[in-house]
């Protein structure tokens, strides 16, 4: 029995995985599909089914394919944007949500810069840490004018020779 059922075509199983179908026929089993409606029993079941189970960590080699075969594609959502109905509800779902300080840390931490600077008298001024140069300024207590801030000193003789992040 199980030869035969092997040799049959059949949709449902997963052995026919490897059997190419032609365009016409995936056409016909899209077009089936649409418009399907799924019981609310049915969600509960299948629901069921997936809770509980325990995936697991993907492994380096792994990663590294699934990341393979994802370069070079565009975006699905590419092109498009959302609602203003969708920004009014995302926002509305991250209302009192708070956010971990650790996480706000890293995230500030990835922002910040490593700035090289040419001050007026010629020096050359290097700093890290710093999401801006006005940042850091204002807490070193540099005295620079706020229209030179602004400019990032640039028609004062401050030059910001190169920030790289980090």
Same mark, same amino acid.
């Given at each position: 029995m199980s030869e035969k059922a092997k040799k049959r075509k059949c949709l449902v199983s997963g052995w026919n995985k490897d059997? /190419? @179908? &032609?365009e016409e026929f995936k056409k016909k089993i899209s077009e089936s +599909?649409? %418009? !399907? =409606? =799924? &019981?609310?029993e049915t969600r509960k079941k299948i629901s069921e089914s997936l809770s509980g189970r325990i995936r697991k960590p993907l492994t380096d080699e792994q990663k590294k394919k699934i990341s393979n075969? $994802? #370069? %070079? !594609?565009? +975006?699905?959502f590419k092109g498009k944007k959302h609602t203003p109905d969708?920004? /009014?509800k @995302? &926002?509305? #779902? $991250?209302?009192g949500v708070k956010r971990l300080k650790n996480s706000i840390s890293k995230q500030i931490e990835k922002q910040k810069l490593l700035w090289f600077i040419k001050t007026p008298n010629g020096d050359i001024l290097n700093f890290f840490g710093y999401n801006s140069f006005k940042d850091? =300024?204002? /807490?070193n207590k540099i005295d620079v004018s706020v229209t030179t801030l602004k400019s990032y000193g640039k028609n004062k003789g401050w030059i910001v020779i190169k920030k790289i992040k980090k």
């Open positions: 059997i /190419k @179908m &032609s +599909s649409k %418009g !399907r =409606v =799924v &019981s609310e075969t $994802k #370069k %070079g !594609r565009e +975006s699905t969708t920004i /009014k @995302m &926002s509305e #779902k $991250k209302i850091y =300024v204002l /807490k």
